[in-house]
């Protein structure tokens, strides 16, 4: 079940046609196809059914609550199925896509490239044949032991989701000579600070004032940015 439509927009702008032919397409689609299709698994007591989801069903995103609304309820749909028709010896799974390289996530790749791509732990957007991929592997009999799970192929989306990156605020640095130079105080600043728990890895440290002596006197700006 590959079929799939975007209508974004923020929910006040939506209007009904906006959100029957994202729900249409996406959830109505899927139940229309599967209906028609099991029938035929049961009698012969063999079959897989895969739903492309997307990360967007697990992890929300601005101007999406119609396609985030579709693809959550494809993932519960394919919960549920898989309980339904595991005695019969069909297996149902869904692969969740993120950010990949079609026609459909243009737009987001052209506006938002770079601020995309550092929410993805592998940096990059995926590729079509990556996800087709999940798909054979969910199609053989290799995955003969998977049912009713959603296949993340996301680069690592889904694994940072809500985690905190934290920006510290005027944090005293103890113990270093005079002749440290601005990138050792650096390093020096943030190897502390990670240690300590206080700061992920991927956040700059960049000091924003600095003594005669090269000592950072401020430090960081105060943020806390989940997602």
Do not use: H
Not at 15 to 31: I, K, P, Q, R, W
Not at 54 to 61: M, R
Not at 119 to 129: A, M, V
């Amino acid at each position: 079940n590959n079929a799939g439509t975007i209508r974004d927009n923020p929910l006040s702008a939506f209007d009904d046609e906006d959100v029957s032919a994202v729900l249409d397409t996406n959830v109505t689609g899927v139940f229309n196809v599967t209906r028609a299709v099991a029938p035929y698994m049961i009698s012969q007591r063999a079959g897989r059914i895969v739903n492309i989801s997307s990360v967007a069903g697990e992890k929300g995103g601005r101007g999406q609550t119609n396609y985030a609304a579709s693809k959550g309820a494809i993932n519960a749909f394919t919960r549920a199925l898989a309980v339904e028709l595991a005695p019969r010896k069909i297996n149902v799974n869904g692969v969740a896509p993120g950010v990949i390289e079609t026609e459909m996530s243009a737009a987001v790749r052209e506006s938002a490239g770079d601020e995309a791509k550092a929410r993805i732990l592998l940096r990059r957007f995926g590729r079509p044949e990556e996800v087709a991929a999940a798909v054979l592997f969910l199609s053989s009999e290799v995955s003969a032991f998977t049912t009713g799970t959603a296949f993340a192929v996301d680069g690592g989306t889904l694994a940072i989701a809500g985690m905190p990156r934290i920006r510290l605020w005027g944090i005293q640095v103890p113990e270093l000579s005079d002749g440290a130079t601005r990138r050792e105080t650096r390093e020096a600043i943030q190897a502390r600070a990670i240690l300590a728990g206080l700061l992920d890895t991927s956040v700059r440290c960049v000091p924003t004032r600095w003594d005669s002596s090269c000592r950072p006197k401020v430090m960081f700006s105060a943020t806390v940015i989940c997602g």
